[in-house]
């Protein structure tokens, strides 16, 4: 079986040989790149399973190496993990906002670091639920092709949204917790990691436009599909 592929974009090398260390050790190959440019490079020569992605870099930033990602449509879908020094919550959103499925903090546990990694492809590899295709009016979401349409036009999500939107959708009427979401959607709970859904939850509805209104809030608990708009 051939290994799955991880790219770790980070320019201190002490960080980067210590996750090419343990990624290796977990069973992965490791693609390293100690700068923006050559980051996105890799990224798109190579199509790696997932990206490792540091915030702060030299020559061209990891928000720009996102976005980037993002745009071209070889390699939107890949899943990125940001890793970053920051700690404040708007350095996070900003990740997000671009496009970022996952996000670390330094200094961070290399086996935290493992199980995540493990659990974002674990997810990907799962087999999609029985109900391929749902219809709603004006949207449908298609699992099979991983595609959403709203209002006949088609609209781009990652890995993690569309994940979280096909979830609260094969469960129309349902609250779900941020826990509960956080466990089904990114496979694991971690105490503080709340805002996560809150974060990705904003970018969908942003993205869903005029049936943005089918993701309700339940203040304190989480979040329902409704089928009634």
Sequence with gaps: MAQETILVVEDEKDILDLVEYNLQGAGFRVLRAMDGIEGLRLAKSERPELIILDLMLPNMDGKEVCRRIRQDEHIHAIPVMMLTARTEEIDRIVGFELGADDYLTKPF?????????????????????????????????????HRLEVDGQ??????????LLHYLA??????????ALLDRVWGYTFEGYARTVDTHIRRLRKKLGAQKDRIDTIRGIGYRFREDI
Excluded: C, H, W, Y
Aim: glycine content about 6%.
């Design 170 to 179: 094969t469960n129309p009427g349902k609250v779900q917790t941020r826990d």
């Design 109 to 145: 546990s290399p086996r935290e670091l493992a199980l995540r990694v493990q659990a974002i492809l674990r997810r990907l590899k799962e087999a999609e639920p029985a109900k391929a295709l749902i219809q709603f009016p004006g949207m449908i979401i298609d699992s099979e092709k």
């Design 154 to 163: 088609g609209v781009d999500l990652t890995v993690t949204e569309f994940r």
